[in-house]
């Protein structure tokens, strides 16, 4: 990559503990000449800007208000906005670093600013840096082995309607990360009783943040609103090595 042309990264900060950022990601903030930072709402910081605070410095910090809706026709004016400033900036020789939780380009804002820029910036000029997931860090700090040997994974978005997809990945692969539970929390907790997987799963929020939870006692969530940045890790017959 030609620097001096200005350069994009998307950086993944991890689940939310400064030190689980990686040293590459630092790095690139503490170089970059502008931080663009994503937000749900025009009020309050990003968490994402609050992680990364210790190393932004003192350099601009642009937030680009990203709205909590499934509709992607209202969204993608939003998209839009942020490419293109973002893109003006690069082409001015200025070095930008885009901050989300997590990784990057796993079910992250980032993926759909990634498209937009991709028709305005050459793929030279544009890179993406991994951080842990909130899955990573959940499986972490429970102690949760996600695979052995040649055990399937699937990670799967719990959808607002039918359960089904949830269920069929249940019974096809050995461990499923569910996220994006928020909405169905009850029903999932419900289905993964009537499965029989209730005792192989455990539930973790805010992993690595001030308000983490985490607990293995999937009924006491059925009255509880704990889903937000929460995940449900489930691995068959992970009851039997507690």
């Known amino acids: 990559m030609d620097e001096s042309k200005g350069a994009f990264w998307g950086i993944g900060l991890g689940p939310g503990d400064p ?12 170089e970059a000449d502008c931080v663009v930072v994503p937000k749900s709402s025009i009020a309050g910081e990003s968490l994402a800007l609050e992680i990364a605070r210790p190393f932004v410095g003192d350099k601009p910090v642009l937030e680009f ?16 906005v942020a490419a293109k400033e973002i893109a003006a900036r690069v082409g001015r020789g200025e070095r930008v670093v885009f901050l989300t939780l997590g990784d990057c380009l796993t079910y992250s804002t ?13 793929e030279t000029q544009i890179r993406s840096v991994p951080g842990v997931t909130s899955f990573a860090a959940a499986a972490a700090a429970t102690n949760f082995p996600l695979g052995e040997k040649d055990e399937r994974i699937a990670v799967v978005p719990v959808p607002r309607g039918d359960l089904a997809p949830v269920r069929r990945a249940l ?10 539970v928020a909405k169905q929390l009850a029903a999932v907790v419900r289905l ?14 805010h992993v690595s943040q001030d308000g983490e939870f985490i607990t293995w006692d999937l009924e006491s969530l ?7 940045l929460s995940v449900i890790l489930v691995r068959k017959r992970a009851g039997e090595h507690r």
């Open 19 to 30: 030190e689980l950022v990686t040293l590459k990601a630092r790095r690139l903030i503490e």
């Open 65 to 80: 208000e990203f709205p909590m809706r499934r509709d992607e026709k209202e969204l993608v004016p939003y998209w839009v």
């Open 110 to 122: 980032y993926c759909y600013v990634l498209k937009e820029l991709g028709k305005l910036l050459p």
């Open 171 to 180: 019974e096809e692969y050995d461990t499923v990360v569910l996220m994006k």
């Open 192 to 205: 993964l009783q009537e499965m029989g997987l209730d005792r192989d799963a455990v539930f973790a929020s």
């Open 222 to 228: 059925l009255d509880n609103e704990r889903g937000y």
